[in-house]
């Protein structure tokens, strides 16, 4: 079923993000599809024999909306690697990551519109706007149009498009150069980008003081400058 969602398959990410931010080996997770998709989103045939009672279904969306917010809100950045078809929840997913790396055969699409249903789902009409801008995410969303990895590149959804076959090689070397980096960096950088989505300028400013102030106090700061001044590859300590 081309990956398709469930409750189920919600729990067990949510459990598999939890384990890599509990392990310290684990620096960056890798989100991917198995097979030839990255995921169709929902099971159809499933949400056919699903309960109808609106209390069970609000029961059932929640589980994917703590997917969601697990992946916002893991310490550790999180790439999708799309390997083929992302759309409704899959598309959802693929956004909800930090980085998007895609083959050319990746295809993106919220596609709600065309099981009547909205596209106020998962997060979708949250997260859109800010990867694209409001009059994309509008076009996208209310047409229901599943774009092609160029396009999504493009519009600035997705970071990179490679062939199929060098997909797992174009994620190595992303997720490698976030692990060159200290843990507690890039561990505080997603911090502000996902505070500063709800803040106003100002607001912000003053959360990245105080962000900043507690990074200037690590060794591995004083680590990274002593590096670059002695013009060597740096040695971090923090975890």
């Known amino acids: 079923t081309l990956n398709s969602l469930t409750v189920e398959t919600a729990k067990a990410v949510i459990d598999g993000l939890l384990n890599g931010q509990s392990d310290p080996e684990v620096r960056v997770i890798v989100l991917t599809g198995a097979g030839d998709a990255f995921s169709a989103g929902g099971d159809l045939e499933k949400l056919l024999k699903s309960e109808t009672a609106i209390d069970g279904q609000r029961k059932m969306i929640r589980w994917f909306n703590r997917l969601v917010l697990a992946m916002r809100t893991l310490d550790k950045p999180i790439i999708a690697a799309v390997n083929g078809v992302a759309v409704g929840g899959g598309f ?3 956004i909800a990551s930090d980085l998007i790396i895609a083959s050319d055969r990746a295809r993106f699409g919220a596609g709600f519109p065309k099981v009547g249903l909205s596209c106020a789902d998962l997060g979708v009409t949250y997260l859109l706007p800010r990867l694209i801008g409001l009059a994309r995410a509008s076009e996208l969303l209310l047409t229901g149009r599943v774009i092609d990895a160029r ?6 959804m997705i970071n990179q498009v490679v062939p199929p076959d060098l997909l797992p090689q174009a994620v190595r070397e992303m997720a490698e150069r976030i692990i060159a980096n200290p843990p507690l960096a890039s561990m ?3 911090m502000a980008i996902n505070k500063g989505l709800g803040l106003d300028l100002a607001t912000d400013l003053e959360y ?4 900043q102030a507690y990074c200037m106090q690590t060794a591995d700061h004083r680590e990274g400058l002593t590096a670059f001044q002695q013009k060597r590859a740096p040695s971090y ?3």
């Open 208 to 211: 990245e003081t105080y962000l």
């Open 92 to 94: 959802a997913l693929a």
């Open 188 to 190: 505080v950088t997603k």
């Open 237 to 239: 300590l923090e975890k």
């Open 151 to 156: 396009q999504a590149m493009e519009m600035g």
